[in-house]
């Protein structure tokens, strides 16, 4: 009785207002929406689709919602269609922030360089921390990347602060530095895409120079009192990849030089795409949506080789996170498996003060006030993952049949 007594405590907090970081920005609850990339553009700007969805997860009850992929500039997208921080996109998100705010939640925005992982082939270099070989954009004409000079450098990090700044000043309340899941920090970060033999390559403290610096003028940028998050890989999802321990030491530095908050993840797109979200993966609609015959073929062939599924477990990344919990004190967020009432607890045990959710949000934006009124225990999302392909085609969505 008296544990229960506890963990209803411990729900309670997680519905009460809490700040993030010291940055003086306060949620209404422990509760943010991961980036999930939505596909809601028209030509490569925000449309209104990106607006109702965000405005529903904000009246579902979150405490902050997170626009996925705001590339840096045009050569950061993946793919030539994607939005970036330009003044027409500004104009969209300024809205929408607008919009967010009115529906009772905060907005933040993933900031995001994809280094090698491109098939742009609008962009005027591919670059990364090596030369590689970028399978992902072989079959568009863009088979290596270069690797990046220190002028290189210094016009990324301008590009982050710059699209900081900027939505700083549309009214955004924070931006989250995607550090992770093998985007252009990532692969500064790793082993298997980190070749270098100068100051930026070899062990974690070089490999994590240039992706720290990058933070560090961020931060210096916009200024301590706007919170500055960071989405860092726990793990690559292999061996020889970004490790655990290397983990704990970039957490220590992010901690140093005042981010506000590190959101724990995990996996390397190109390599191990599913390691960050588990559960089925869905072939059949993948290949229907890739972009050519050849690109189509190779998938049929090669996809189940070469694209690892991972069984879903519930909180799948918790017993890691531990590890990050233990060795640093800023806010962490937990993600990743977070789909019940008795699993959000666990993680408040733990020690994590915010708790970041995808799938579930997908299937039923309204699952986190469902779950504060009692009227639900658990997410009906059954990792089908579907909403893979759905955010290719018409925008992000879940095609089970009912939500809730
Ligand atoms: C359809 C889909 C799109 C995603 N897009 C992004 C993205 O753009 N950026 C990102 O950091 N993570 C992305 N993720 C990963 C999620 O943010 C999250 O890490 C993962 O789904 C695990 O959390 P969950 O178990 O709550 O779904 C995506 C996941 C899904 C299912």
């Not at 989250?176 to 974690?204: A, C, W």
């Not at 962490?332 to 579930?360: H, M, T």
Request: glycine residues 8%.
């Amino acid at each position: 009785m008296q544990n229960k007594t506890i963990k209803e405590g411990a729900i309670t907090n997680a519905f009460s207002a809490k700040n993030i970081g010291s940055s003086g920005l306060r949620l209404k609850n422990s509760f943010i929406k991961s980036a999930t990339f939505e596909g809601m553009y028209s030509d490569g700007i925000p449309n209104q689709q990106l607006i109702d969805h965000h405005v529903a997860l904000a009246k579902g009850g979150v405490g902050m919602t997170t626009v996925s992929y705001g590339a840096v500039s045009a050569d950061a997208r993946t793919f030539d269609t994607q939005m970036y921080v330009n003044d027409e996109s500004l104009k969209a998100l300024k809205v929408l922030a607008q919009k967010v705010h009115e529906a009772g939640s905060k907005v933040s925005i993933q900031l995001t360089h994809c280094g090698y992982f491109s098939k742009n082939k609008k962009a005027t270099k591919i670059l990364a921390p090596s030369k590689l070989f970028n399978a992902y954009g072989a079959l568009s004409g863009l088979a290596y990347s270069q690797a990046m000079t220190e002028s290189d450098m210094e016009h990324i990090i301008d590009d982050f602060v710059k699209a900081a700044i900027n939505l700083r000043s549309i009214g955004f309340d924070a931006v989250e530095i995607h550090m992770g899941h093998g985007y252009l920090l990532s692969q500064f970060l790793s082993p298997l895409t980190n070749k270098r033999d100068d100051v930026y390559g070899g062990n974690v403290i070089n490999r994590s120079r240039f992706p720290l610096r990058l933070v560090a003028k961020v931060i210096s940028a916009v200024g301590l009192d706007f919170p500055v998050l960071v989405k860092l890989n726990l793990h690559d999802g292999f061996k020889k990849g970004f490790s655990l321990n290397d983990c704990i030491h970039v957490s220590k530095e992010l901690e140093k030089i005042g981010c506000s908050a590190i959101v724990l993840s995990g996996g390397f797109t190109s390599k191990t795409p599913f390691y960050l979200m588990r559960g089925k993966v869905p072939l059949k609609g993948m290949i229907k949506n890739a972009s050519s015959i050849a690109e189509k073929l190779t998938m049929a062939l090669f996809g189940p080789l070469i694209i690892k599924a991972y069984p879903f477990k519930a909180n799948f990344f918790l017993a890691q996170a531990i590890k990050v919990r233990q060795a640093v004190g800023l806010d962490l967020v937990y993600l990743g498996g977070v789909d019940s009432k008795q699993g959000i607890e666990k993680i408040l045990e733990a020690g994590f003060n915010f708790i970041a959710l995808a799938r579930p949000l997908i299937h039923d934006p309204a699952f986190l006030n469902k779950i504060n009124q009692g009227l639900i225990e658990k997410s009906l999302c059954n990792r089908c993952n579907e909403c893979i392909v759905e955010m290719d085609r018409e925008g992000i969505k879940c095609v089970l049949d009912s939500a809730g």
